[in-house]
């Protein structure tokens, strides 16, 4: 176990460098280009965000040929919760962060829920896909709609690249994993109570009971 740990340790060295990269290098490089540009500043934060989504996020995908156990992948999602909070707090990382919303805080902690919930059912893709459907759906969904509409809204057009998506992502554990991925597609398009309750929320956690359900009927 210990071994496998220590495995798991390094292997998670350039994950958290890309991470790294892209979170504090790469995307305030990006903002402060589109901004020099006459890119609205809220146009720029919300494309950053959806390319963390993305780039960042969407390494949730290799977890399952990645590490050999849940330790790393779960504690890397926890220090990344810690972490986006602390900013919060502490001095907001103006090229991705809004002082309106803490979406991104939904983001990793329902990563590391996934996880969780799919180590614990002796299945880490349950986990993976929902939050791949949230990081790499939702992602292609939202810059959908910063190009046509330049501002945070919703629309079926930025669903529609996004069913594209997680079909193609839920292909991966066949049918269960195909209907979980148009579920995502769909509640994505809703957010409830005000906005309390995001996408970031919704769309793991509906397409997780989704794929849970079909798959247990379809394979028992």
């Not at 926890?78 to 803490?102: P, S, V």
């Not at 269960?176 to 991925?181: C, K």
Request: net charge positive.
């Amino acid at each position: 176990m210990m071994e496998a740990v220590l495995g798991d340790l390094l292997t998670a060295v350039p994950v958290v460098l890309w991470v790294s990269f892209v979170v504090f290098v790469l995307t305030k490089k990006l903002y402060h280009y589109m901004v020099s540009r006459g890119v609205p500043e809220n146009v720029a934060v919300y494309y950053n965000r959806k390319i963390i989504h993305i780039t960042a996020g969407g390494l949730v995908l290799s977890v399952p040929y990645l590490f050999q156990t849940p330790l790393v992948p779960l504690g890397l999602t926890l220090a990344l919760t810690a972490l986006l909070l602390f900013k919060r707090k502490k001095g907001r990382m103006y090229w991705f962060q809004t002082d309106d919303n803490d979406y991104e805080v939904h983001f990793t902690a329902m990563t590391f829920v996934m996880l969780a919930l799919g180590y614990a059912l002796g299945n880490v893709w349950y986990g993976v896909l929902p939050a791949a459907f949230m990081a790499i759906g939702d992602g292609v969904t939202g810059i959908i709609r910063n190009y046509m509409f330049r501002r945070r809204t919703k629309s079926w057009w930025g669903n529609l690249g996004m069913l594209a998506v997680c079909v193609a992502i839920g292909s991966l554990a066949g049918a269960p994993g195909i209907a979980a991925g148009v579920a995502a597609s769909i509640v994505e398009r809703y957010e409830f109570l005000n906005g309390k309750i995001d996408d970031n929320i919704t769309v793991p956690l509906v397409s997780f009971a989704v794929l849970v359900a079909l798959d247990k009927l379809l394979n028992p």
